[in-house]
């Protein structure tokens, strides 16, 4: 029986060097492209005929505008108003690859670590730049909190900084161990229904059991396929409110 392991392996589709610098097209730039396409049609093609009374296509395309702009406005504020179209592209995309992973035969891009911590990268490094740019060295007043006494300082900023430099690597393992995870529970009890399915009648119907156990599991799955694309975004517009308002 294939290792659970088995399903994160990269094939790839067009074999490049660069350099010295491996770019093949692999399944992950399949999967990222595919998913870039679906939602583009998803959005033009709910928006293009656009009505007073929606259709249920106009209606679910306003309410992921609606949700994504209210989760900007409650932890950014006002200000964050210029990072929406950011922060709505980052919630879909890696919604759209979660999701993807969960077809028959599929492949996960968010359960490699490295592609999760490309992306917390470029969040991370984004922010920084955002508030040096709007506020000069005055952005080092995040580590500095208000309210600390002077004997502590020095050790709540240690503490500060370190946190702030481990946020790329928060963000990026707890989206892979979530989704790699739930995949290989997943690839388990598969595994457990065709071995016991093999062993005849009496195996057959034991096999009902972790047959359910799969469907709870799939349905959990697509659970955390949204709630970790929206603490990858509601995190991401938290960076953003430090990065507006360093000395709060």
């Known amino acids: 029986m294939a290792s659970p392991i088995e399903q994160f392996n ?28 679906a939602l583009t049609v998803f959005f033009l093609g709910g928006t293009r005929k656009s009505q007073l009374v929606p259709s249920r ?27 929406f179209p950011f922060v709505f ?20 891009v968010t359960s490699h670590l490295a592609f999760n911590l490309a992306i917390a990268m470029f969040v991370f490094l984004g922010v920084t730049v955002i508030g040096f740019v709007k506020h000069g060295f005055g952005y080092l007043k995040l580590f500095l909190p208000s309210g600390v006494p002077g004997w502590m300082m020095p050790l709540v900023v240690v503490i500060e900084i370190i946190s702030y430099f481990i946020r790329p690597i928060s963000l990026s393992v707890r989206l892979f161990a979530n989704m790699m995870a739930g995949h290989i529970m997943m690839k388990v009890f598969a595994g457990f229904i065709i071995s016991m399915g093999a062993a005849g009648v009496v195996g057959a119907v034991a096999a ?31 960076y953003l409110n430090d990065a507006m308002h360093p000395s709060h």
């Open 10 to 37: 990269v094939d790839k589709y067009i074999e490049l060097e660069v350099a010295g610098v491996d770019v093949s097209f692999t399944i992950l730039s399949m999967l990222m492209v595919l998913v870039t396409l």
């Open 57 to 83: 296509w106009q209606l679910v395309v306003e309410m992921s505008y609606t949700f994504i702009a209210n989760l900007v406005k409650e932890n950014v504020g006002r200000e964050g108003k210029s990072y």
């Open 89 to 108: 592209t980052l919630f879909f995309f890696i919604l759209g690859l979660n999701l993807a992973g969960m077809i028959p035969y599929s492949f996960t």
């Open 208 to 238: 009902i059991a972790p047959f359910t156990i799969n469907v709870l599991l799939t349905g959990l799955e697509i659970l955390i396929a949204f709630l970790q694309a929206y603490v990858f975004a509601i995190l991401t517009c938290i």
